[in-house]
Structures are given as structure tokens and as C-alpha cells.
């Protein structure tokens, strides 16, 4: 099971790496500037992390035209793509692949009701360039506080739903690493009223971009969606494994 795992674990987690260590000292010297910006995005933030306990079933396109459904129903979540998922249920967790046809599970027991590496599995699993709703905080967790950063917030209508964006640009210099090709330059982050990512794109200074958009939302969710698919294999494991950090081409 390593086809899917090798892709990147997405735009999102570069993002957090590349802001977080390009910090230091200058967040004193712009201090007006990152309390701005942190009480500019801690709405959205606030609005995922509170969405926790919510009943729906997304689904979203990917920049490279894949698809990847999104369903919660406390205490069970799953990230579903093409040719694998990632569930999560009170009883275990599941990491399925698909291949030459056939479906494969690993599955390990839930002892503790989460998993703190699901937002990175989600994200190594279902698509290439998936941003899971953790990660999206994550970043603008870590965007918040870089000086100089502009935020500029808009509302949209996505999918339908209302939704707040933030857009956060002036990035590149906060990326001091030489060794980081390309730097994040800039990103968005939508969020409907109910707490749902609407949107995440971003673009870096070599001109890629990566974007996940909502492209239906439903307060039902077909609790199918919680099982493994039918005629699976499943193996038994202590551990999940862990989708692979992308390599550089």
C-alpha cells in the first residue's frame, strides 16, 4: 500500500513547516501587525476547530480534477477518494487502498476516541493536494503571527454555503530557509457558516498552486460511508502507517 502514500501529504503541510521555522525575532519588531492578523483569522479557526461535533457530508474537487468526499457523524469520520479512505469509528480506524481492483484495509482499535495523526493520513490517502480541515487551521495558525503577512477577508458563496475567506499573502520573506524551492507566496481559506472548509488554495513562487473547493454540502450523511468497502481484506495492525513526506522531483 504505498502508491497513494508517496504522494504529497499536500500544499497545507509544506505551508505550516515553511512559516513556523521562518519566525525568529521579527515577530517583535511587527507585533501590531500579527495581533491584527491573529484576530483577523481566530474567527475562522474558532469556526472549524467548533465544527467538530457536527453531522455532514461534503464533497470537494482537487486541483488535478479528483474528487474526495468528507462525512462526520460523532463519533465516525471518513475521507474518501478514488481508490482509498480513511475511517474512523468509536470501535478502530481504517486506512484502505485499492488496488488491481481489490480492497485492502488496515485496521487498528480506537482506544483513546481520536487519532492524532488523522489529518495527515486524510491527507496522504485521498488525494493528491487534499487539505484536510486540521491542517487548514494549521496553517492559519501559523500564518497569523508572521510579520508581516497581509490578511484580507471576503465573504462567498461556495456550494452554496455561506463563507468567510481569508487570503494570506506576503509570505515569502518570513521563509528564510535557502534550502526551502519553491516558498509558499501566498493562500486562501474559506470556511462556511457552519464550520466547514469551503476552500483552500494557494500558490507558491515558482507559480504552482494547489486548491480543494466544496462542491456539495449536506447536513445528512450516508452512514455507508463509515464501513469498509465491501469485499475488503482486512489486516489486522498496532499501528497505522504513515503516508510518505513527498520527495522532491
Known amino acids: 500500500m504505498t502508491s497513494i502514500r508517496a504522494r504529497s501529504i499536500g500544499f497545507a503541510a509544506a505551508a505550516v513547516v515553511a512559516l513556523a521555522t521562518g519566525l525568529g525575532c521579527g515577530v517583535l519588531s511587527a507585533a501590531n501587525n500579527a495581533v491584527h492578523n491573529i484576530s483577523a483569522i481566530s474567527d475562522l479557526a474558532d469556526k472549524i476547530n467548533n465544527s467538530g461535533a457536527a453531522t455532514y457530508q461534503a464533497d470537494y474537487r482537487l486541483d488535478d480534477g479528483s474528487t474526495v468526499t468528507v462525512a ?3 463519533p465516525n469520520s471518513a475521507d474518501i477518494g478514488t481508490k482509498a479512505r480513511y475511517l474512523a469509528t468509536a470501535d478502530a480506524f481504517y486506512l484502505c487502498e485499492q488496488g488491481d481492483g481489490k480492497w485492502t484495509c488496515e485496521k487498528t482499535p480506537n482506544t483513546g476516541g481520536a487519532d492524532p495523526q488523522s489529518a495527515a493520513i486524510a491527507a496522504g490517502m485521498t488525494g493528491n493536494g487534499f487539505i484536510s480541515a486540521p491542517m487548514a487551521v ?3 495558525t501559523a500564518a497569523a503571527i508572521v510579520p508581516h503577512a497581509k ?6 458563496s461556495i456550494a452554496g454555503q ?7 499573502s506576503n509570505l515569502e520573506q518570513a521563509q528564510r530557509d535557502p534550502t526551502q524551492t ?11 457558516d457552519q464550520g466547514i472548509l469551503a476552500r483552500f488554495s494557494g500558490t507558491a513562487t515558482d507559480g504552482k498552486k494547489a486548491r480543494v473547493e466544496l462542491t456539495k454540502y449536506s447536513p445528512a450523511v450516508d452512514p455507508e460511508l463509515f464501513r469498509p468497502p465491501a469485499g475488503a481484506t482486512i489486516n489486522d495492525t498496532t499501528e497505522l502507517t504513515q503516508p510518505s513526506q513527498p520527495t522532491k522531483s
Open 72 to 74: 462526520q457523524q460523532p
Open 138 to 140: 494549521a496553517v492559519l
Open 151 to 156: 490578511v484580507d477577508m471576503t465573504t462567498q
Open 162 to 168: 455561506r463563507s468567510t475567506c481569508a487570503t494570506v
Open 182 to 192: 519553491p516558498k509558499v507566496s501566498d493562500f486562501t481559506v474559506c470556511v462556511t
